[in-house]
């Protein structure tokens, strides 16, 4: 049986555009966004104060990385995309997670590894406050090579050469 293909159509302004893993017009919009629902979760006296803490933590190093990251126009990009993942789907979805645990059990019960809901919990608080702190050390280190290419022009172009006369 012959195999058929579909026909080509010319994508359309009203025909639906995949997202693609990152797609720059959309995630800069987005990591310019707030993140209040870190804030409510911070308030929810269902969670325990430890992780509380961590939640709030996380939302004060996402602010502080989104705003760094948005100044060097490092938003559109792979940075921006991972904040914007912490920010909008990782975090909320462990907290939630937690959050449908029987609530009398959820910081007692051993669920997995003879760990209980509230430490598998802080657990993924934890990795995602150092995920945000990595693209954070990232973003910096970007920024950094663009000032050493500088430097480098800056040398070769003003720079003193061998052979340079100077004057005293």
């Known amino acids: ?21 990152y ?12 993140d209040q629902g870190l804030l409510q979760f911070a308030a929810d006296t269902r969670l325990p104060e430890s992780s509380r803490e ?3 933590a996380l939302h004060d190093r996402l602010a502080e ?3 760094y990251v948005k100044e060097r126009n490092l938003d559109s990009g792979l940075h921006g ?11 909320p979805n462990a907290i939630k997670t937690y959050l449908a645990l029987p609530p ?21 608080l934890d ?24 430097e480098r022009f800056l040398r070769e172009k003003f720079g003193a050469r061998p052979g340079d006369l100077e004057l005293d």
């Open 81 to 91: 995309f991972n904040l914007e993942q912490i920010r909008d789907d990782f975090a």
């Open 104 to 124: 009398s059990t959820a910081r007692t019960t051993v669920i997995v590894d003879g760990k209980t809901g509230e430490v598998l919990l802080n657990e993924q």
């Open 1 to 21: 049986m012959p195999h058929r293909h579909r026909p080509y159509e010319v994508p359309t302004a009203d025909t639906p555009r995949r997202r693609r893993p």
């Open 65 to 67: 990385a989104v705003k």
């Open 127 to 150: 990795l995602l406050i150092k995920g945000v702190d990595q693209q954070l050390v990232s973003a910096a280190m970007a920024s950094g090579d663009e000032m050493r290419a500088s």
């Open 23 to 34: 797609d720059p017009p959309q995630t800069q919009t987005r990591v310019a966004g707030g």
């Open 54 to 56: 961590r939640i709030g």
